[in-house]
């Protein structure tokens, strides 16, 4: 895989969202995404003031991966999805 300085200075290799759903979201959703190798990585929900509302942290493997999250918890609104430098949003719907 490439490396980036940015990867290679902060320990980890580029990550890139594939998909994020569904959108807008109830119950769950579902990420998949891709990684140039096996690291641990921070999840974190953010919610539009950016306030963290979630942090877990999940082993990935290098290439194809699926994360399902919980979003029961959350409230309607507009949240952002964060997995190192890889983020991306979604709309809680109730």
Known sequence: GERSISGFMNGTMPMKIISLRPN???DEIEIDLQSAIKQDV??????A???KVF????NIISGSNSIH???RGLSSG?????????SQSFVKMI
């Not at 507009?78 to 890889?86: H, I």
């Open 24 to 26: 807008p979201s109830q």
């Open 42 to 47: 921070t999840i974190e929900i953010l919610n």
């Open 49 to 51: 003031l950016g306030a």
């Open 55 to 58: 942090s877990d942290v999940r």
């Open 69 to 71: 999250l919980d979003t």
């Open 78 to 86: 507009v949240y952002l999805v964060r997995f190192g430098s890889a």
